[in-house]
T-cell receptor
Framework: GENVEQHPSTLSVQEGDSAVIKCTYSDSASNYFPWYKQELGKRPQLIID?????GEKKDQRIAVTLNKTAKHFSLHITETQPEDSAVYFC??????FGAGTTVTVRA | DSGVTQTPKHLITATGQRVTLRCSPRSGDLSVYWYQQSLDQGLQFLIQYYNGEERAKGNILERFSAQQFPDLHSELNLSSLELGDSALYFCASSKGGTYGYTFGSGTRLTVV
C-alpha cells in the first residue's frame, strides 16, 4: 500500500542465518504494526505485532523493532529454518499492507 | 481454523457474470476488511465495514460492492466479471481499533 513501503521484495538466506525486513510508514497517527506470514495459497497469518509504546518485541526467533522518530519498523528472524520460507507482509494500524517480501531459506 | 469463515472456497465463472462472496467474522469482531490478491501480487485493500457501516474504501472498482449485515457477516459482490478479476479474495476481521486482525482462508475466483 502507498502508506507502507517494504524492502526488500525478495530475500534469500542460508539456513541458520538471520533475515531482516524493513518497512516505513507515513501516517504519524499509526500506533500498531502487525507482521503477517503467508505461505503459498494460504491465508496471511499474524506472527507478531508491536504497539507504539514499545521499541522492541520478541517471540522466540522472531523480533520486531520500531523507530517512531524515523517512522520505520523491522522484522528480524534469527536462526532461519526452511519452514520460514514464505511471503512476509508488514502493515500499519489501518491494515495498509506493504508489498511483501518473499523469503527463501536455502538448506 | 482462524474463526473467520469464507464461502465458497473456490468459484469458477464466465466473463460478464456476477458472483457473491461471503465472510463471517470471528465471534465478537465488529470490523470486516476485504482484500484482493492477484497471482504473485500483494494484498490490495478493497473496503472495510465496522458494525454495519462502511468505514474505509480502497481501490475498489465500481463493478464491485459490499455490505455488512446486522448479524455482522459481510458479502462482496463482483459484477460484469473480467478475466483480470481472477484472484484470491480474503476477508479479515477484528474487534476494531488496535487489535490483531485475523484472515479467513480466502475465496479463489477464476473467471474464464
Amino acid at each position: 500500500g502507498e502508506n507502507v513501503e517494504q524492502h526488500p521484495s525478495t530475500l534469500s538466506v542460508q539456513e541458520g542465518d538471520s533475515a531482516v525486513i524493513k518497512c516505513t510508514y507515513s501516517d504519524s497517527a499509526s500506533n500498531y504494526f502487525p507482521w503477517y506470514k503467508q505461505e503459498l495459497g494460504k491465508r496471511p497469518q499474524l506472527i507478531i505485532d508491536i504497539r507504539s509504546n514499545v521499541g522492541e518485541k520478541k517471540d522466540q526467533r522472531i523480533a520486531v523493532t520500531l523507530n517512531k522518530t524515523a517512522k520505520h519498523f523491522s522484522l528480524h528472524i534469527t536462526e532461519t529454518q526452511p519452514e520460514d520460507s514464505a511471503v512476509y507482509f508488514c502493515a500499519d494500524y489501518k491494515l495498509s499492507f506493504g508489498a511483501g517480501t518473499t523469503v527463501t531459506v536455502r538448506a | 481454523d482462524s474463526g473467520v469463515t469464507q464461502t465458497p472456497k473456490h468459484l469458477i465463472t464466465a466473463t460478464g457474470q456476477r458472483v457473491t462472496l461471503r465472510c463471517s467474522p470471528r465471534s465478537g469482531d465488529l470490523s470486516v476488511y476485504w482484500y484482493q490478491q492477484s497471482l504473485d501480487q500483494g494484498l490490495q485493500f478493497l473496503i472495510q465495514y465496522y458494525n454495519g457501516e462502511e468505514r474505509a474504501k480502497g481501490n475498489i472498482l465500481e463493478r464491485f460492492s459490499a455490505q455488512q449485515f446486522p448479524d455482522l457477516h459481510s458479502e462482496l459482490n463482483l459484477s460484469s466479471l473480467e478475466l483480470g478479476d481472477s484472484a484470491l479474495y480474503f476477508c479479515a476481521s477484528s474487534k476494531g481499533g488496535t487489535y490483531g486482525y485475523t484472515f479467513g482462508s480466502g475465496t479463489r475466483l477464476t473467471v474464464v
